[in-house]
């Protein structure tokens, strides 16, 4: 029911109203995720939906600055921000009221966020989130944790047939570094990766080959992980790129070892739209058309401690769960006892005047003989 | 853990960071309310956290405007509002998307309301709310049901012993303009009835006996349900006075039948801080000092619909129920697979690397024989 009517002059652009019977259906799905995250050690946490910018925008908060409403505190005075991504929030406790307990800390939030412009593909400027961050472990078993985590509970959410793109943000940028790439070519570089024009991209390399001559092969290795992963093995790599091939090789085998048959794919030269990623990058999709589900990687929170988390999409995440069955509605009389039916699941429906009938309550049930008993459409 | 070391430096005023355990416990209430609101019919909605604040303000946002920030809207140049009350959405939703559907609509809500300043009492500027309205519905089995089904969610969260505050609003702007009180008069009997002077009040009355000499005997009244109700049945009322006397009456009795044990008190003469309110309001108290844990009464919805409805404050509510034991936490070496124990309700912390010890990661059980056993405390 969210796209009947909507009169553009009541909401602003890109706030909407969730209605029955999809709020309860979002909030039933965050909620099942969020068991999925308690079950393996996240704790949850709620920060503020407001609190000053500076704190606010400090770290990976700087990549949503400009998304970021702000409005000014009557009470102190100073600039606010309504959060556009809650990650440097979850930085921020674990940098200040949880310093003190030991790593890895494992924590997880649901919450609503708010951007200033919806982009043409995401028109959202309210958005669901619901995360997880493991903060204080460097290993490769913490980034296919969260990844693993983030599958299950999409599947316990009735996602299957999901996903997983891995990018190595950091890539490309230390091939570049290790060639001594300078300015024009490095944006030239990116400029052709990011569309994937091979031959634009191996015309720039020739301009400066070393380091940087593996990129075609690595360009044409992207696709399912394994291939990909014995493509940079086989790759003359300079060493901090091959420190991020084996840790991505790394990941990626804990990844399949706790996930045996999801689909992984591997593009090693994707750098783009991951601004604050130190190391492997993930994005889900979910089957078909549904776009993106979920994503995350590794960075660093405050203080720079190594950190790695995934971020679900509650909004993308409903659209690509199954439909579940509607509550039935049983017609309750005026002063029958409607308590034993909601125990097994009804929404009991009171009659509170003569005219209340179980059609215009949208009954689907009435009682007759003391039983719920279906109510068959007239002829 | 909500208490120690805050930073007042690091938040504004008034907002908060929920850690663990709360919440998770303040979201597992809000949920367990909602699935007793929706066993009722009650369907949930989810509406914007900002809006234009034209559609915001009106009706019953009216008495939330001063408390309302605003920040405007950069796509379409108007100002919006951040929500400080749910109320008002919801009848936006029920007099716009949902004006075809046949009345009373039954629908409820969970979510966050921010304010712009906090009170002495209350001081947070961030407040979780959780709620229903029924709306199209004038008979006073309506507003009983609102506040059985708001007691009823209480008590599935553990929260018994609850006291409901009944206040008729309208009664004594009934019996002024009945006794044709001039303003000078008026604002007097205000201000001593809000003090509960009695001698004032019973001075003022002097002044201009008629209607208004019920006035102290209903003050005295107040207290226990039957004898209040005794005291005005017993009261030489004016027809309008008498009207909202015998309404009461009928949502008292109403609410005696479904709830038989509950506590109830009526005060017919209160009628400060229930602004928009048009007939019986409620305030529901928690045992004890636990203060007031829900609000509501009848009130009208936009386009004039009779409505009655209750807001549950999540965060009171968290402070009166009972506490729940913690999710033990299951240690789960490298390697070791942890899904029947999450089936089991344990949370499984996984151990990623050699320094992730038991004890570092606040594990309250470890496997021995495939086993999940406690670890005990060392001397």
Redesign the interface.
């Known amino acids: 029911?969210t796209d009947?009517?909507p009169?553009p002059a009541?909401?602003?652009?890109?706030?909407?109203?969730?209605?029955?019977?999809?709020?309860?259906r979002?909030?039933d799905l965050v909620?099942a995720m969020?068991v999925v995250f308690?079950?393996?050690?996240y704790?949850?946490?709620?920060?503020?939906?407001?609190?000053?910018e500076d704190?606010l925008l400090a770290g990976s908060g700087a990549a949503v600055a400009e998304q970021t409403?702000?409005?000014m505190?009557?009470?102190?005075q100073?600039m606010?921000g309504?959060r556009a991504d809650t990650t440097p929030?979850v930085a921020?406790?674990a940098a200040?009221?949880?310093s003190g307990?030991?790593?890895?800390l494992?924590?997880c939030?649901?919450?609503?966020v708010?951007r200033?412009?919806g982009t043409q593909l995401a028109p959202s400027?309210?958005l669901p989130q619901a995360g997880v961050e493991l903060i204080g472990?460097a290993?490769p078993?913490?980034d296919a944790?969260v990844a693993v985590v983030a599958i299950e509970a999409l599947a316990v959410v009735g996602v299957t047939a999901v996903s997983l793109d891995v990018t190595l943000p950091t890539m490309v940028p230390a091939l570049m570094e290790a060639a001594g790439a300078g300015p024009a070519l490095r944006s030239g570089l990116a400029h052709a990766l990011d569309r994937k024009d091979s031959a634009a991209v191996a015309a720039l390399v020739q301009r400066q080959p070393g380091p940087l001559a593996v990129l075609p092969e690595l360009m044409a290795s992207t696709g399912p992980a394994d291939g990909a992963l014995a493509a940079l093995d086989a790759a003359d790599l300079p060493p901090a790129a091959r420190a991020i091939a084996q840790n991505a090789a790394s990941v990626l085998l804990a990844i399949q070892a706790r996930a045996p048959g999801l689909r992984i794919t591997l593009d090693p030269v994707e750098f783009r739209g991951f601004r604050y990623h130190t190391g492997v990058a993930f994005t889900i999709y979910g089957p078909g058309m549904s776009g993106e589900l979920a994503r995350g990687g590794r960075y660093l929170s405050q203080n720079d401690e190594p950190a790695t988390g995934m971020t679900l999409y509650p909004d993308a995440v409903m659209r690509a769960a199954p439909g579940s069955a509607p509550?039935p509605?049983l017609f309750l009389p005026?002063g029958a006892d409607?308590a034993p039916f909601?125990a097994r699941g009804?929404?009991?429906?009171?009659a509170?005047?003569t005219e209340?009938t179980p059609q215009?309550?949208?009954c689907t049930h009435e009682l007759k003989g003391g039983e719920a008993v279906p109510i068959l459409p007239k002829d």
């Open positions: 029911m009947d009517l009169n009541l909401l602003p652009a890109g706030l909407a109203d969730l209605l029955p019977p999809d709020a309860e979002e909030a909620e969020m308690a079950g393996h050690g704790e949850r946490l709620k920060p503020p939906l407001l609190e000053f704190s409403f702000r409005l505190d009557p009470v102190s100073r606010m309504l929030q921020r406790i200040t009221r949880l307990q030991a790593r890895p494992r924590l939030y649901a919450g609503q708010l200033v412009r400027r309210q472990g290993a078993a913490a944790e509550r509605r005026i409607g909601r009804f929404a009991t429906v009171a509170l005047a209340d215009r309550l949208r």
